[in-house]
């Protein structure tokens, strides 16, 4: 179907916002959604008018011959303004919604804008609450700002893990001393589980997709034990040991644990239980540090009996077991500490002889340096394009960094800074986590007044950054 614009308005709108933005079909797309509008494929600027060109498929809907006049955006499709509006700058948004009506019923219809959060990876697909305002969470995705997590009744907090939308934070926090674990979210902040107030030495490190199951560990009876929280259930202790990691559903737990006199990485599930991963050519110690969406694909490090002193990050899976992923330039040892959704990009840091370096690692390249700078990586996005970790700087305090492949390693400190975001006294040491969008940060850092301690020494405090894209999606 072809559509002549005369409006001037919109050629000037459409040729400036979209002329370089073809869109196709990606995740969160329903299939018929995906299959009804296959791309914007094509502007031509005539002499007097604008010719918008929207494919369709022929299969969902009957392809129309001819050219059908359209004097404004009223007489277009809701498919055709939610396909433009995927592609509009933030700034753009209001001057369109004051040129249609329609534009601005469909700002309010939330299963449309759950599709969006969807196709954005703000939310996850398939899973639809309508109580829940998709328009306010894709809104916050997309609006940079940066929020001082606090302690409740202490000085020192510490993130470690964030849920798949990026609204509920998990980790560990002192209170009056004492250190718990807690959970945040936007609308209640900081809260200790009450389940474990009683344990000691207690960390949380990993979270499901929707918040609702937290893993860790805790000291009990002198040994550490690995825990399991819901909110329905409270604290299932599960083996010795420490759990880093949890898949989406919340079904598989992954860490490290005591066999026999050796420390293994175990995978945990409700059916099976725990159990060992094979060993990597016999080897003496390992740990699994993260996991993959789905638990199918788990990576961290262990040590290699073939090669003395050798400890190498690894990758495993059901059918290959543990797979050694090597290190750089010869050097003694490397550690995996983050995987993508499917398990295809792992990331983390190896030790080349000379210094730490961050790593990107995939089958098709290998294992790759991020930076020639002292580093580590701890996180990666859904698709491997987003990488987070800290800078070692020698003797100078770390510094978190987000690493792009358009932009390379960049300071979050610095990226906050030039939006005019970031408090006075504060340094951001560590970039611990993200959403798989890419837009929410999570890490700690030090304020230079407010983390001191009685005796005058900094203590970390907990953040979350949201920088986002430069358009909507």
Known sequence: MIIKFKDVFLKAFLLGSICNCLISPSYGMEDDEAEKINNISQLKKDKEETIFLVSVHPQTTTLLQGVVPCQSMEHLSDDVHMTIFAFLNQRNVPTVSSTSRRWQRLMDNNQLWKGYAERALVVMKGVYSPQRNYKALVQEHCTPSFTDLSTLNGRKSLVSGI???????????????????????????????????????????????????????????????????????????????????????????????????????????????????????????????????????????????????????????????????????????????????????????????????????????????????????????????????????????????????????????????????????????????????????IGYGYHQIQTKNKDGRLQPRAWRAVLPRGNLF
Do not use: H
Request: hydrophobic share 35%; with cysteine; proline share 2%.
């Open 163 to 441: 849920n798949f939308d990026g609204t509920v934070l998990i980790g560990a926090a002192d209170d009056d001393g004492k250190g718990k674990v807690f959970r945040w979210t936007k609308e209640n902040g900081m809260e200790f589980l009450d389940t474990l107030n009683e344990a000691t030495d207690i960390a949380a490190y990993g979270v499901n997709f929707d918040g609702t199951v937290i893993v860790g560990s805790t000291r009990v009876s002198g040994k550490n034990r690995t825990f399991r929280w819901t909110k329905e259930n409270g604290t299932e202790f599960l083996t010795e040991g420490v759990a880093f990691g949890v898949n989406s559903e919340g079904s598989v737990i992954i860490g490290q644990a005591i066999d026999g006199v050796k420390v293994r990485s175990f995978r945990w599930t409700a059916k099976n239980g725990m159990e060992f991963l094979r060993t990597l050519n016999g080897e003496i110690e390992g740990g699994a540090r993260s996991t993959n969406f789905d638990g199918s694909v788990i990576v961290g490090e262990a040590d290699d009996s073939t090669t003395t002193g050798m400890q190498s990050a690894f990758r495993w899976t059901e059918k290959n077991g543990l797979v050694p992923l090597g290190t750089l330039n010869g050097g003694a040892t490397s550690s995996a500490s983050g995987v993508n959704f499917d398990g295809s990009v792992i990331v983390g840091e190896t030790y080349d002889g000379n210094k730490k370096r961050a790593f990107r690692w995939t089958a098709e390249n290998g294992m790759k340096s991020l930076s020639t700078l002292d580093s580590r990586a701890f996180g990666v996005n859904f698709d491997g394009s987003v990488i987070i970790g800290s800078i070692l700087n020698g003797t100078m305090p770390e510094r978190a960094f987000r690493w792009t492949s358009e932009n390379g390693m960049e300071s979050i400190e610095n990226l906050l800074k030039d939006k005019n975001l970031l408090p006075p006294c504060w340094s951001l040491d560590v970039a611990m986590g993200m959403t798989p969008d890419g837009n929410v940060l």
